[in-house]
C-alpha cells in the first residue's frame, strides 16, 4: 500500500524534533570516541570463496561484479543516524539485528529459494554479525559480495534454462512443479537444483502452451524472456544494490520506512502528482511478475474496470496491433517505463486475474492512456431508491476516491479551490434539496489523502470536537479538532469501507463510530495509523556528483479520540460484509514488521448518540438478506476457492490435467454471468427489497464502454449485468435503520398522546 503524506498541523513539530535529534548525533559524533566501534574493515570481507575475486575483469558469466561506490559511505552513515535516532519506532542496530539484515537481505534476492544453493546460504554466514558495523561505518563490500554470487547463480540458471529448451517436455507424464518455494529447502547438489529448474522451465512453457501459442513460439518467447533476465541483472548498477541492501535493514524496523535510490525517488514523486500520462494503476513486483498494487480512481484503469488489485501482467503491447513484449522477470522500473505513455496512445496488457491458478488462460486488457481526471478523483453522487414493502426510502450516495485539497488554491486564497469538504458540503446540498433521507459515505478503495480534510470532512457531521490524536516519537501528543459548530447533515448515516480504506479514511471512519454519529459497513479496513515524512538526503550528504536519494521515515502515529489505534486492526465495521478473497494477504496486519495495536489516554468528547441497541438489529436483518442474496453466495465460493489455491502450493505439468483446470475455471466464469443476467432481469429473492439508481453524477462522463478483445464494445458483458451489490445492500441497511426510526417516532407519539 502506497504511504500517504499529510500536511497535519503537527508536522513542524516533527520535524523540529527531527532536527533536534539530527544535531544531538552530530554532536555526539564529534565530541565521543566511546560510541564508535572498531571499524568494518577488521571483519573479512571478502567474496565468498566459490565466487571469482572482485579484482577479475569479468567473471566466468560475462557480468563484471560491482562494487559499492565511494559516495555510498556517507549515504549509509547518515541513513544509520536518521533511523536510529529520529524513528518512532526505537531500534538497536546490533549483532542480532545483523542477523535479520543478512536473513531479510538474502530473501529479497532470491524469494523463492530457486538461486542459491545451500552451500551459498551457509558462506554468507562469515557476515552475519558483521553488518550493523558495515551500514554504520559505510563499509558495505559484503551486500555486493553477496549480489555478485547473486548475479553468477542467475547466470548460470539462465543458460541452463535455455539449453532446456532445445530438448522439450513430455506433457503426457504425471509430474508436478511446487511454485511456491518460499519455506522449501535450498538446493544442496548441482542435481537438486538442475531438476528444479527442469520443472520450472517445463510449466514456463506449458503456461505459453495453454494460452494458444505453437511450440516453435513457446521457444521463441521463453528464449528471449531468459536472455532479458541476464540483460537486466547485467543492467543492475550498484546504486540498485545499495537500495536493496539498506531497505533489507530499513523494513525491519517498519515496513513504511524505506530508503528510495535517485531513479525510484523521481517515480515516487511522479506517482504522488498523479500527473503522469498511462493507465492510472500503481504497480509492484511479486516474484518475477509485475502486480497491480491499487487502481488510482479516475484513470484509464479505473473507468475501465476489467484490471484489480493482485493482477499479474505477463506482457505488454504498444498500439492496436504491436507485438506483445514478455515482461515476466523484468525490473519493476523497467515494466513502469513500458506502461507509460502520452494520453490518447493505446496499450495492451497480458494479464493473468489475482484469483486465478497459474495454470489459467491469461486475456488481454486494451486501455487508452490518458491522465487522471481531477473531476474523477473528486467526490461523486448517487441517490438510489429502496422499494421495501411498498413503501421508498431515498438514500443518497457520497463516493470519495481520495481525501484531496488543493494546497497551491488554498495558499493563495483562490476562492474556487478545491477540496473534499467544500465538495462534499454542496454534495449534501444537493441531496437534501432531493429530499433523501440517508446519506451513505462510501470510502471503498480510500487510500487517504490529506489529513486536514479528514478532519473537515468529520466536522460536516458533528457540531465540533476532537477527531484524532497524533503522537510523535517522543511522547507528545497533539489533539485534531473541528472546530466549526455547524452541521451540514445530521440525519441517518453510513460509511462503507472496505480492505482498501486506509489512513484518512480510517481516521474519518473510526472518528464517526466513536461518536455514535455513523454505522460503519463493509470490510475492516487496511489498518494504517502511522505518518511518513519524506527526508531528502542531499541535505545531509554533501556530494556535488551523486544524488543520495529519500529516506521515508516514520515519524509519528494516529490515534482515535477513545484512546485506540487504527494501527494494525484498521476500523471494524459494525455490520461486516464477507471478505474477498485474497484480503488476508494484504492489510497491515499482512506487513512483516508493522507497528502493533496500541492505545493511548482518551480525549474529551461528547457522544451523539448511542447506536448499540440499533447496531444488533441492524445486523440481523443483514445476515437474513445475506442468505439468499447471489452475490455474497459467490464472495464465499471466491473465498473458500481461493484457500484450497493458497494452500496448493503445487501445479500439474500434465497437459490433459492443466487443460481440464482451464476448461473448468471457464465454464465457472460462463455459469456466474449467466446467474447474474437473471439477477439483473430482478429474478432475486423476494427478501432483497428491489434498488435502483434514480440520479448519477458521473452519468454523463466520458467513461469508455467495456470492450472485448478486439477493441470492440462489449453488449453482453459480465460487468454489464453485475449491479454494484455492496452498494446496493448497504442502502437496505440503510432503509431498516429509517423504519426502526419510523417506529421509534411512532411509538413515542402514541405514548405522548396517551
Same mark, same amino acid.
Given at each position: 500500500m502506497k504511504a500517504n503524506f499529510f500536511p497535519v498541523s503537527g508536522t513542524k513539530t516533527v520535524l523540529l524534533t527531527l532536527l533536534a535529534l539530527v544535531l544531538a548525533g552530530l554532536t555526539l559524533a564529534a565530541t565521543s570516541g566511546t560510541d564508535?566501534?572498531?571499524?568494518?574493515?577488521?571483519?573479512?570481507?571478502?567474496?565468498?570463496?566459490?565466487?571469482?575475486?572482485?579484482?577479475?575483469?569479468?567473471?566466468?558469466?560475462?557480468?563484471?561484479?560491482?562494487?559499492?561506490?565511494?559516495?555510498?559511505?556517507?549515504?549509509?552513515?547518515?541513513?544509520?543516524?536518521?533511523?536510529?535516532?529520529?524513528?518512532?519506532?526505537?531500534?538497536?542496530?546490533?549483532?542480532?539485528?545483523?542477523?535479520?539484515?543478512?536473513?531479510?537481505?538474502?530473501?529479497t534476492l532470491d524469494p523463492n529459494r530457486v538461486y542459491f544453493y545451500a552451500s551459498d546460504i551457509a558462506d554468507f554466514q562469515q557476515y552475519a554479525t558483521a553488518l550493523d558495523d558495515a551500514l554504520k561505518e559505510g563499509e558495505i563490500s559484503p551486500a555486493f559480495a553477496i549480489w555478485n554470487r547473486y548475479s553468477q547463480r542467475i547466470n548460470e540458471r539462465m543458460d541452463k534454462a535455455r539449453e532446456l529448451?532445445?530438448?522439450?517436455?513430455?506433457?503426457?507424464?504425471?509430474?508436478?512443479?511446487?511454485?511456491?518455494?518460499?519455506?522449501?529447502?535450498?538446493?544442496?547438489?548441482?542435481?537438486?537444483?538442475?531438476?528444479?529448474?527442469?520443472?520450472?522451465?517445463?510449466?514456463?512453457?506449458?503456461?505459453?502452451?495453454?494460452?494458444?501459442?505453437?511450440?516453435?513460439?513457446?521457444r521463441s518467447t521463453l528464449e528471449k524472456r531468459y536472455r532479458r533476465i541476464q540483460k537486466r541483472v547485467a543492467e543492475t548498477s550498484a546504486e540498485d544494490v545499495f537500495q536493496y541492501f539498506v531497505n533489507s535493514y530499513a523494513s525491519l524496523i517498519e515496513p513504511h520506512t524505506s530508503y528510495l535510490a535517485p531513479r525510484n525517488s523521481k517515480n515516487f514523486k511522479i506517482n504522488m502528482s498523479l500527473s503522469l500520462e498511462g493507465i492510472g494503476a500503481l504497480l509492484g513486483a511479486?516474484?518475477?511478475?509485475?502486480?497491480?498494487?491499487?487502481?488510482?480512481?479516475?484513470?484509464?484503469?479505473?473507468?475501465?474496470?476489467?484490471?484489480?488489485?493482485?493482477?499479474?501482467?505477463?506482457?505488454?503491447?504498444?498500439?492496436?496491433?504491436g507485438p506483445m513484449e514478455d515482461v515476466i522477470g523484468w525490473r519493476l522500473d523497467d515494466v513502469v517505463d513500458k506502461i507509460r505513455g502520452p494520453k490518447g496512445s493505446t496499450i495492451r496488457l497480458l494479464v493473468i486475474n489475482k484469483d486465478e491458478p497459474a495454470s489459467a488462460k491469461p486475456h488481454?486488457?486494451?486501455?487508452?492512456?490518458?491522465?487522471?481526471?481531477?473531476?474523477?478523483?473528486?467526490?461523486?453522487?448517487?441517490?438510489?431508491?429502496?422499494?421495501?414493502?411498498?413503501?421508498?426510502?431515498?438514500?443518497?450516495?457520497?463516493?470519495?476516491p481520495t481525501f484531496y485539497l488543493d494546497f497551491e488554491g488554498r495558499m493563495r486564497g483562490d476562492p474556487d479551490y478545491r477540496s473534499t469538504t467544500r465538495d462534499v458540503r454542496k454534495i449534501i446540498d444537493k441531496l437534501k434539496a432531493e429530499g433523501v433521507e440517508g446519506i451513505v459515505m462510501d470510502l471503498r478503495g480510500n487510500g487517504g489523502g490529506s489529513l486536514v480534510e479528514a478532519t473537515d470532512l468529520t466536522g460536516l457531521f458533528i457540531e465540533k470536537g476532537p477527531v484524532v490524536q497524533i503522537k510523535d516519537s517522543r511522547g507528545f501528543v497533539e489533539i485534531n479538532r473541528d472546530r466549526d459548530s455547524s452541521v451540514a447533515w445530521d440525519g441517518p448515516l453510513i460509511v462503507l469501507v472496505n480492505k482498501?480504506?486506509?489512513?484518512?479514511?480510517?481516521?474519518?471512519?473510526?472518528?464517526?463510530?466513536?461518536?455514535?454519529?455513523?454505522?460503519?459497513? &463493509?470490510?475492516?479496513?487496511? @489498518?494504517?495509523?502511522?505518518?511518513? !515524512?519524506? #527526508? $531528502?538526503?542531499? *541535505?545531509?550528504?554533501?556530494?556535488?556528483?551523486?544524488?543520495?536519494?529519500?529516506?521515508?521515515?516514520?515519524?509519528?502515529?494516529?490515534?482515535?479520540?477513545?484512546?485506540?489505534?487504527?494501527?494494525?486492526?484498521?476500523v471494524i465495521p459494525d455490520v461486516a460484509f464477507p471478505k474477498?478473497? &485474497?484480503?488476508?494477504?494484504? @492489510?497491515?496486519?499482512?506487513?512483516? !514488521?508493522? #507497528? $502493533?495495536?496500541? *492505545?493511548?489516554?482518551?480525549?474529551?468528547?461528547?457522544?451523539?448518540?448511542?447506536?448499540?441497541?440499533?447496531?444488533?438489529?441492524?445486523?440481523?436483518?443483514?445476515?437474513?438478506?445475506?442468505?439468499?442474496?447471489?452475490?455474497?453466495?459467490?464472495?464465499?465460493?471466491?473465498?473458500?476457492?481461493?484457500?484450497?489455491?493458497?494452500?496448493?502450493?503445487?501445479?500439474?505439468?500434465? #497437459?490433459?490435467?492443466?487443460?481440464?483446470?482451464?476448461?473448468?475455471?471457464?465454464?465457472?466464469?460462463a455459469k456466474r454471468k449467466a446467474q447474474r443476467k437473471a439477477i439483473a432481469q430482478g429474478k432475486h429473492d423476494p427478501a432483497l427489497s428491489d434498488v435502483q439508481v434514480v440520479l448519477d453524477s458521473t452519468s454523463n462522463s466520458d467513461k469508455p464502454p467495456v470492450l472485448d478483445e478486439d477493441g470492440e464494445p462489449v453488449e453482453d458483458a459480465e460487468d454489464k449485468d453485475r449491479v454494484d451489490y455492496e452498494l446496493f445492500e448497504t442502502a437496505r441497511i440503510l432503509s431498516d435503520w429509517l423504519d426502526l426510526q419510523k417506529q421509534r417516532l411512532a411509538k413515542t407519539s402514541e405514548k405522548s398522546s396517551g
Open positions: 564508535v566501534k572498531p571499524p568494518v574493515s577488521t571483519v573479512d570481507t571478502s567474496p565468498v570463496t566459490t565466487q571469482a575475486p572482485e579484482t577479475a575483469k569479468k567473471a566466468a558469466t560475462g557480468v563484471a561484479p560491482l562494487r559499492e561506490a565511494d559516495y555510498q559511505k556517507k549515504v549509509s552513515q547518515w541513513i544509520v543516524r536518521l533511523l536510529s535516532q529520529a524513528h518512532y519506532r526505537p531500534h538497536k542496530l546490533d549483532d542480532a539485528f545483523s542477523r535479520q539484515i543478512l536473513d531479510n537481505f538474502i530473501k529448451l532445445k530438448t522439450g517436455f513430455d506433457f503426457s507424464k504425471d509430474e508436478s512443479y511446487q511454485w511456491d518455494r518460499e519455506d522449501a529447502e535450498w538446493p544442496k547438489t548441482q542435481a537438486e537444483m538442475d531438476e528444479l529448474w527442469r520443472k520450472r522451465v517445463k510449466n514456463d512453457f506449458l503456461s505459453l502452451k495453454l494460452a494458444g501459442k505453437d511450440d516453435e513460439k513457446t511479486d516474484d518475477e511478475y509485475t502486480t497491480i498494487q491499487r487502481i488510482i480512481k479516475g484513470g484509464p484503469a479505473s473507468m475501465d474496470g476489467r484490471l484489480k488489485k493482485g493482477d499479474r501482467i505477463l506482457a505488454v503491447g504498444q498500439g492496436e496491433d488481454e486488457v486494451k486501455l487508452v492512456r490518458d491522465k487522471v481526471k481531477l473531476e474523477q478523483q473528486a467526490a461523486q453522487y448517487k441517490i438510489l431508491k429502496v422499494n421495501k414493502g411498498g413503501i421508498d426510502h431515498k438514500i443518497g450516495v457520497i463516493t470519495l482498501l480504506s486506509a489512513s484518512a479514511s480510517e481516521i474519518f471512519a473510526a472518528a464517526l463510530q466513536d461518536y455514535g454519529r455513523a454505522v460503519i459497513v &463493509g470490510e475492516q479496513t487496511f @489498518g494504517k495509523g502511522t505518518v511518513q !515524512n519524506m #527526508l $531528502p538526503l542531499d *541535505s545531509y550528504v554533501n556530494d556535488k556528483e551523486h544524488s543520495a536519494g529519500q529516506l521515508k521515515l516514520t515519524m509519528a502515529q494516529f490515534f482515535r479520540i477513545n484512546g485506540g489505534s487504527t494501527q494494525h486492526r484498521g474477498h478473497p &485474497g484480503t488476508d494477504n494484504y @492489510g497491515e496486519s499482512e506487513l512483516e !514488521n508493522a #507497528l $502493533p495495536w496500541s *492505545s493511548i489516554k482518551r480525549t474529551s468528547y461528547r457522544v451523539w448518540n448511542d447506536l448499540t441497541a440499533l447496531i444488533p438489529i441492524l445486523r440481523q436483518q443483514f445476515m437474513e438478506r445475506e442468505k439468499v442474496n447471489p452475490e455474497f453466495d459467490f464472495l464465499k465460493q471466491d473465498q473458500a476457492r481461493y484457500a484450497e489455491m493458497k494452500a496448493d502450493k503445487m501445479v500439474s505439468l500434465n #497437459l490433459k490435467k492443466r487443460q481440464a483446470e482451464a476448461d473448468q475455471l471457464e465454464a465457472r466464469k
